[in-house]
């Protein structure tokens, strides 16, 4: 199988009966999901994506990602949160660490940067720096079509893809990925006669990584969507039953919710290769949005290692004991080092001829110990291979996992009440039209 989940630490922290306890409720959540009666139903669609997506505008993204590939040498994705985690995550497992910063000559596919997921100025001009005067396309997407940080990021950058190919040659650069019918950007979009694609209704931001909003630029770099798409559905396929036996997702729920309520709030999300650093990015959403709220949920967390070790790993072995760990390895790495022979001694001749990925494995079997030693509770998630069908199976497996705990937990994991409030708070402070009486609030606080 491609993917697999070791539950076999967990022993000093969860008998052995606990599990088969939680199947009652588990078979209730599951129902709740299934059949549309839990909360939140209405933004379920994600759960049969894979298997019964939209034939046809997935071929008009492989024709649109052939498209900037044969006339950019950039695209610029501008997005946040729900509609740019999902596409960073699996453009930064599916390629080469560095290949964006490969010299133009060695590079096949055009560079994939992000933009209008902050609002720092900075960061702005030094992507407008690095784009220099080559060729680039945009790909701005936004569900609401409002969203303040990709909507200032893309006046920016459809201003330059104006002066640079005038308006018509601009149009024929900027895709907008935005609500079927509604919204500024649907509008814009319609009135220039921009290339669109849908974020479908019933699948929200941190679920949306399989549509459109993650398929267009994950194909423009290169990657294989059809792979990725084949992998969520052997996903959809293993994680169908209700039966914690059989489903490992449900399993994964399940154990987060033991441990939750046995105290341990907070879970890190652990990797030991850097081309996963983003994947962590993209489940801290799909978790802490889903799964925070009514003064409940585990806090989700990444350690990214070993360099972390050499930071908060103390914290992690021997501070307050409220930490869970969820390994994600990858048993072939994409390419490994032999450790050379050397005549000076530096004290390493006992790891020659060994592989970096050997004693990155020693490393992540003897952290994983010596945490469960000092009290964290470890699960593992294992992928035979970085490639896309694994990615595609993993992303279903958290969708799925984070649906069955949110209903475990009693609250809807589709919603996000909270997000609302620092969007009211910025737009009253920057005197948007119809915020008058907050701004007035507000000022009065600061
Ligand atoms: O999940 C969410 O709701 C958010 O993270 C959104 O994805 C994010 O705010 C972007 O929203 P939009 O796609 O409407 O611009």
Sequence with gaps: TTLTFDTSKLKDFVR????????????????????GTGA?????????LPSNYDRKEFARIQKAAKQIQSDSKVLVVIGIGGSYLGARAATDFLNDYFSNMYPEDQREFPQVLFAGNSISPQYLNSLIKVIGDRDFSVNIIS?????TEPAIAFRIFKAMLEKKYGQAGARQRIYAT??????ALKSLADAEGYEEFVVPDGVG?????????????????????????????????AYASADLNENLAYQYAAYRNILYRKGYTTELLINYEPTLVQFGEWWKQLQGESEGKDGKGIFPATGNFSTDLHSFG?????????????????TEPLSDVVIPEADADDGLAYLEDKTMSYVNRRASEGTMLAHVDGGVPNMIVELDQ???FALGQ???????????????????????PGVEGYKRNMFGLLGKPGYEELTTELESRL
């Design 386 to 388: 970085q490639n896309e």
């Design 143 to 147: 569900k609401s079509g409002t969203t």
């Design 40 to 48: 939140g139903s209405e933004y379920s669609d994600w759960l049969h």
């Design 394 to 416: 993993m992303i279903y497996f958290f969708e799925a996992a984070v649906a069955i705990s949110g209903y475990l937990n009693g609250i809807n994991p589709f919603d996000q």
């Design 16 to 35: 052995d009966y606990e599990l088969a306890m939680m199947q009652p409720m588990v078979t209730t959540a599951d129902k709740m999901l299934r059949e």
């Design 314 to 330: 103390q914290y992690i072995q021997d501070g307050r004991r409220n930490l869970f760990e969820t390994l994600v390895r990858v």
């Design 205 to 237: 931001g941190r679920f949306s990584v399989l549509t459109a909003v993650g398929l267009l630029p994950i194909a423009a770099s290169g990657a294989d969507i059809e792979q990725l798409m084949a992998g969520a559905a052997a996903g959809e396929a």
């Design 178 to 183: 935005t609500d079927a019918k509604r919204g």
